[in-house]
């Protein structure tokens, strides 16, 4: 269980992994080029002698086994989905099936020039207005666009279209009204779509106060951006009475859609009166995320809306011929460059077709039970500080830890040496200290026990031996890192040490 990860965590390490990272010396060739076959033109023939130089300071020299080795050794110094548990809370890591990167490099797909003509594509726009109709169906909205490279773009054209409705009806108004469970990029998605921002504070169940809402909505306000479930991963109960405040004073409501996850199959935001929203195929549809990506952050609005959606807009001709239409005068403009990441769009479509509508409704009611499991399990071993009910995701404090001088830096870093990757840290900021685990619903029963079982020994060391907590990792090839550092005072270049 829990200690055989631990040992299997410690196994790999030598004892000065430093030494093996430069593995440069005179004289080692990786590769043996054949004579050249064409006649020889001398560098002096092509650029002034000024520019040349004899040699390259520090340019390695080493064989191909080196290289190999080298690269081979530093993934293994890696975590990744395929090797356990990623509890990120709000980030969703689960794993992505291996069918649909199959699917995606199909070669018709993968290597598909987006100036082809529409004549020789059309399977290709059939897939991506597939899954806009699914993803139409999925949040009730009415119209959908693929164009958006990510959440947080998916966000800003959100935004960037309701300042266009409000333009168009003569005022595109003043403020963004965010509360503070909200993700930490709505406020930039805001400024810079041109607006300024109010914060709305959380009540007692970590939810929007509709009385607050009330007093902070006036005719200045463009619209409200919330997160649902919020970054607690708390239900917005009172969704439909917020939307009616929202709504009694022309402003629009923006869903931040990333946590849609714990939604689908189950309710639909569009039949509650969100007017725009946006989805993350690489959490919610299973495409990879983070370094595995591109991202895809796709935008869905109601019908007032759709004038102003990215051109250009798939369409249907009256042949039935799919094809892009970039005579959108409403429209806000390209928002990334050619028809969006449409690798990410196969991956979506794979993993949504797959599931069915059955099979997605489970993947929801497995994410928000294995989040629940683990609160269970969980509190009073933790600090709960909000005791409203958790769908996929459950936030946790060190408040308990810190009566023994650990902090929730100390419990991520600990949590290493148990083999897996720590929870998401000190998100969000209105818990003090927040541990925000996710489990998502690819985690078997053994995985989230192994997990459970780690966490309740680090909290066994927090009290009878903190010091051991707050040394961690030590069973790592790097000890702990100055990150703040790191952040402040980047090193973006790796040379070798002056011999």
């Avoid at 949040?139 to 990510?150: E, H, I, N």
């Avoid at 959440?151 to 965010?178: C, D, H, V, W």
Wanted: with cysteine; hydrophobic share 35%.
């Amino acid at each position: 269980m829990a200690s055989e990860k631990i040992t299997k965590a410690s196994t790999h390490v030598s004892q000065d992994e430093g030494l093996l990272f430069e593995r440069s010396a005179a004289g080692k060739w990786g590769v043996a080029l054949p004579d050249c076959d064409v006649p020889r033109v001398s560098p002096e023939q092509l650029l002034d002698r000024k520019l040349l130089r004899e040699t390259i300071e520090d340019f390695p020299e080493v064989t191909e086994v080196d290289v190999v080795r080298h690269f081979t050794r530093l993934s293994t110094w890696n975590y990744a989905i395929d090797l356990g548990l990623y509890p990120l809370g709000s980030c969703t890591m689960k794993y992505n099936p291996k069918i649909n990167e199959n699917v995606a490099r199909i070669p018709g797909l993968a290597h598909s020039h987006p100036y082809l003509p529409y004549s020789l594509v059309q399977g290709n726009l059939k897939i991506q207005h597939l899954l806009m109709e699914c993803l139409k169906e999925i949040t009730g909205m009415d119209a959908v666009s693929l164009q958006p490279a990510a959440g947080a773009q998916g966000e800003l054209t959100g935004i960037l279209m309701i300042r266009a409705f409000l333009e168009s009806k003569g005022n595109p108004r003043t403020y963004i009204l965010i509360p503070d469970s909200a993700h930490g990029t709505n406020p930039s998605s805001a400024a810079i779509a041109g607006y300024q921002v109010k914060n709305l504070k959380s009540g007692e169940r970590g939810c929007i106060d509709p009385a607050v809402l009330r007093t902070a909505m006036t005719d200045d306000v463009a619209a409200l951006m919330l997160t649902n479930p919020n970054t607690l991963g708390v239900y917005e109960s009172d969704l439909v009475e917020i939307i009616e405040i929202v709504h009694s004073r022309g402003g629009l409501v923006y869903m931040d859609g990333a946590n849609m996850n714990a939604l689908v199959g189950i309710t639909k935001p569009g039949n509650m009166g969100v007017d725009v929203m946006h989805l993350n195929l690489h959490k919610t549809f299973s495409t990879p995320h983070g370094g595995g990506g591109p991202g895809s952050g796709p935008v869905a609005v109601k019908t007032p809306l759709e004038p102003f959606l990215p051109t250009p807009v798939l369409e249907k001709n009256e042949e039935g011929l799919l094809l892009y239409n970039f005579n959108r005068p409403q429209s806000v403009g390209r928002v990334r460059s050619f028809y969006g990441n449409f690798g990410m769009h196969v991956r979506a479509l794979a993993y949504t077709l797959a599931n069915g509508p059955d099979g997605l409704r489970q993947t929801t009611e497995d994410a928000v039970l294995n989040a629940n499991y683990i609160r269970s399990k969980l509190q009073g071993v933790y600090d709960l500080p909000y005791s409203s009910p958790s769908l996929h995701e459950v936030v946790f404090s060190d408040k308990l830890q810190s009566k023994f001088g650990v902090s929730t830096m100390d419990i991520a870093k600990r949590l290493i040496d148990y083999g897996f990757h720590p929870p998401t840290v000190y998100f969000p900021l209105i818990v003090h200290g927040a541990l925000m685990i996710e489990p998502t619903e690819s985690e078997s029963l053994d995985e989230l026990d192994e997990f459970v079982h780690a966490m309740q020994s680090i909290a066994e060391e927090c009290e009878q031996n903190p010091e051991l907590v707050k040394g961690a990792p030590h069973h790592t090839r790097v000890r702990r890192l100055d990150e703040v550092g790191a952040a402040r005072h980047p090193i973006l270049r790796w040379k070798p040490d002056s011999k």
